[in-house]
């Protein structure tokens, strides 16, 4: 079964950190591009940062820029989101997708694999 599993979601203060994962099973990363998407209560799904399939080249949305980082490692199907100084507005559930692309998408609706989501809150 081909599937997307997300981790590293919780509770954390303002100014605080975490590392989301996002681990394949079923299928190898190797060859998609990894989206990470969130969102809150009574908002739409929007894109947060995306990677290409080699990991060459990253994309960030400007309300992460300079706190989020974007990694991946093929060798363990895994891809990860770094997150420092969250803010509450950060606060959502977040996704991880694959595309088969070696770029990134922008479009949510051409991801072919989603993950269930892991919540991250941020509060004091």
Known sequence: QLQL???GG???QPGGSLRLSCA???FTLHYYA???????????REGVSCISSSG???NYADFVKGRFTISR???K???YLQMNSLKPEDTAIYYCAAVGRYFCVPSVNEYDYWGQGTQVTVSS
Do not use: H, M, Y
């Open 10 to 12: 919780g509770l954390v």
């Open 5 to 7: 599993v997300e981790s």
């Open 77 to 79: 199907n895994t891809v």
């Open 73 to 75: 490692d093929n060798a």
């Open 56 to 58: 060459g080249s990253t």
């Open 34 to 44: 990894i989206g990470w998407f969130r969102q809150a209560p009574g908002k739409e």
């Open 24 to 26: 394949a099973s079923g």
